[in-house]
């Protein structure tokens, strides 16, 4: 069966600075990796997905995400974080090719501070 | 593109009532949609796989006579919460499978919040 660890519930980053979201996953072929983000009371939006190719992939919102094979982990990171990028976000697996049945992970509780 | 509505946003009804919730996607066609259930602080837990043409497929543990789930056109799902009590209050939310070359991606609603009194 497949699994997605979030090991951090909240974290709390100044505005302006760098951020680095973690997730790591447990499937037994190649994943179907992605990272959604929810504002308060709101659904879920895409920020990125990894289906194959090459493994650093750019999504919206100046966000980007690094597939590691060796780590099982796929990585969100932003540069310089928005007041507006506090949110819940969370992260995905699925099967390859098929988002018919997606793991999602418990999530991590972004607070920015001004 | 890939956008996917939810409606109502919210509702509140009196115990023992009906409530039906709509997904629909507005510019792509789904053959697959599927519902989650939201609880405060937690991630998004899966009820059912909505298919187009045929019965849905419920998780583990999900009453499919208290939710019922039709899903009658290739870009419009209901759920349909059955003489709700108020443990059904919750957020719920769809999603529509929007297939391309390399795989499919969901795509969520904005969620309805349901409480039941």
């Known amino acids: 069966a497949q699994s997605v660890t979030q090991p951090d519930i909240h974290i709390t980053v100044s505005e302006g600075a760098s951020l680095e979201l973690r997730c790591n996953y447990s499937?037994?072929?190649?994943?179907?990796l992605f990272w959604y983000v929810q504002s308060p009371g709101q659904g879920l939006q895409l920020l990125l997905k990894?289906?194959?190719?090459?493994?650093l992939v750019q999504g919206i919102k100046g966000f980007e995400a690094e597939f590691k094979r060796s780590q099982s982990s796929f990585n969100l990171r932003k540069p310089s974080v928005h007041w507006s990028d506090a949110a819940e976000y969370f992260c995905?697996?699925?099967?390859?090719?098929?988002?018919?049945?997606?793991?999602f992970g418990s999530g991590t509780q972004l607070t920015v501070l001004p | 593109g890939a956008v996917v509505s939810q409606h109502p946003s919210r509702v509140i009804c009196k115990s023992g009532t009906s409530v039906k919730i709509e997904c629909r996607s507005l510019d792509f066609q789904a053959t697959t949609m599927f519902w989650y259930r939201q609880f405060p602080k937690q991630s998004l837990m899966l009820m059912a796989t909505?298919?187009?043409?045929?019965?849905?497929?419920?998780e583990q543990g999900v009453e499919k006579d208290k939710f019922l789930i039709n899903h009658a056109s290739l870009t419009l799902s209901t759920l349909t919460v059955t003489s709700a009590h108020p443990e059904d209050s919750s957020f719920y939310i769809c999603?529509?499978?929007?297939?391309?070359?390399?795989?499919?991606?969901?795509?969520f609603g904005p969620g309805t919040r349901l409480t039941v009194l």
């Open positions: 995905a697996v699925g099967a390859l090719g098929s988002a018919r049945q997606l793991t």
């Open positions: 499937y037994g072929a190649t994943p179907y």
């Open positions: 990894y289906f194959s190719g090459d493994t």
């Open positions: 909505s298919n187009e043409g045929s019965k849905a497929t419920y």
């Open positions: 999603s529509a499978a929007r297939q391309a070359s390399g795989g499919d991606t969901q795509y």
